[in-house]
């Protein structure tokens, strides 16, 4: 299930706390140090590092990873945090598509189902709460980066040779069969481990060669 538990305390500092990420050095790892040094030192906003593992930002030791260096891009970092809420939350995206759209009572009903009634309703009011927050530091209508930087497909064309029947059976025998032309295709994928990249290329093909 891709559907994360990470949420804050509270969410009046989450743009703050975004902002200030944004304008500080990228530290070796993302720790409660680390955000005090930014100077939000309450205990209420330190679940941001969880939120920010979630969003694919940090490793699981608080590592920064490639979408928090991205993050930094002034042009491009609502992009990469709209990205990074469709990961951490991609079975809410998939019971709707504009989901970050939607305000905390629907995100909370749904939450409430997908998590199938464990949490409090304490707990989902948080959950529903952060993530209406972080939508709105986000860009959705940009055309997510996988997409646009997913490389070409490479596609093999000595293998679109058609399969022909056998012309050397007679004439009795060929008129039970019906010619038919018929083409293997192999594509040659890019070795990435970004989901999206894959999702990109599919989409192409459905679209080009269907």
Not at 22 to 42: C, G, V
Not at 70 to 91: C, M, N, P, S, T
Not at 194 to 207: G, M, P, T
Request: charge should be neutral; charged fraction near 30%.
């Amino acid at each position: 299930m891709a559907l994360t538990d990470a949420y804050l305390a509270q969410v009046k500092n989450i743009h703050q706390i975004l902002e200030a990420l944004r304008q500080a050095k990228p530290p070796d790892r993302f720790t409660h140090k680390f955000l005090e040094s930014l100077d939000f030192k309450s205990t209420n906003d330190r679940p941001i590092v969880g939120v920010l593992k979630a969003l694919g930002f940090l490793d699981e030791s608080g590592t920064p990873k490639q979408p928090y260096f991205d993050y930094l891009d002034d042009e491009k970092h609502k992009v990469v945090l709209a990205e990074g809420i469709r990961r951490a939350y991609d079975d809410l995206f998939k019971l709707n598509t504009e989901a970050d759209k939607k305000d905390a009572a629907w995100v909370k009903n749904k939450l409430k189902s997908l998590t199938q009634g464990a949490k409090s309703n304490a707990i989902l009011y948080r959950m529903a709460a952060t993530f209406v927050a972080l939508c709105k530091e986000a860009d959705f209508s940009a055309t997510p980066l996988a997409a646009r930087e997913a490389p070409p497909v490479k596609v093999n064309e000595s293998s679109l040779t058609p399969s022909i029947p056998n012309t050397e059976q007679t004439p009795k025998d060929l008129k039970h069969h019906r010619f038919a032309l018929a083409y293997n295709i192999h594509i040659e994928l890019p070795a990435v481990r970004d989901q999206e990249v894959y999702d990109a290329i599919f989409k192409s093909l459905r679209e080009n060669l269907l």
